[in-house]
Each structure stands twice: as C-alpha cells, then as structure tokens.
C-alpha cells in the first residue's frame, strides 16, 4: 500500500502564492512520475502539471509561468509553487504518483492523495 499526505492548501487573495507538498510514503521501489491535478465543483478533473524520474515537466497552458512543479527523490516527496493565483485557480487540488512497488515488478500502479483545497478570493 502506499500513502499521499498533501498540504500546502488554503485561502489566499487573488495575486497571491501558495506551495503544496505531497510526501509519498509505503511500499514503493521507485517512483516514475508525480504529479498535480485539480478538480473544481461541477468540471472534471484535470492535469495540473507532471514531474517524470528523468526531470521533464509537464504544465497545463492555464498554468504555464505561473505553477512550478518540482521534486525531491529522496524524500519521495513533489511539490506545486503556485503564484499569481487567480479565482478560477480555485479547486481540490489532488497529489498523483505512478510506482513501482518492487524490484520484481514491471508494472505502475497509480496512487491518489485525499486532496487539498485551494480558494482563491477576487
């Protein structure tokens, strides 16, 4: 089993900045990619921004010079530094790695933290 713990959420004024953490923690032998995603009432969710083992990064366009999506392999651990935050950034904000549990294992498995919100006032 593996485990997502976020924080980093809150309520911050439009122009404002927050950072979540997402700390990945279990039986986990490596972790190939991280990522953000977000949901907001009444829209699907969707891919916020994406961190791979060699480093490339991936940034929804409504984000893009705004969000940096950074990890710490060491600590298993991804982050999102959100600045100049806007109303429509407002949303549950999810933690998602993919992982492979062991050495003998080829496969990648998906995990999902509980979510974090984030509300960003005009």
């Known amino acids: 089993q593996v485990q997502l713990v976020e924080s980093g959420g809150g309520l911050v004024q439009a122009g404002g900045s927050l950072r979540l953490s997402c700390v990945a923690s279990?039986?986990?032998?490596?972790?190939?990619?991280m990522g953000w995603y977000r949901q907001a009432p009444g829209k699907q969710r969707e891919l916020v921004a994406a961190?791979?083992?060699?480093?490339?990064?991936n940034y929804a366009d409504s984000v893009k010079g705004r969000f940096t999506i950074s990890r710490d392999n060491a600590k298993n651990t991804v982050y999102l530094q959100m600045n100049s935050l806007k109303p429509e950034d407002t949303a549950v904000y999810y933690c998602?790695?993919?992982?492979?549990?062991?050495?003998?294992?080829?496969?990648?498995?998906?995990?999902w933290g509980q979510g974090t919100q984030v509300t960003v006032s005009a």
């Open positions: 998602n790695v993919q992982y492979t549990p062991s050495v003998w294992s080829s496969s990648n498995f998906p995990a």
């Open positions: 961190v791979i083992s060699g480093g490339s990064t």
């Open positions: 279990g039986r986990i032998f490596s972790i190939n990619a």
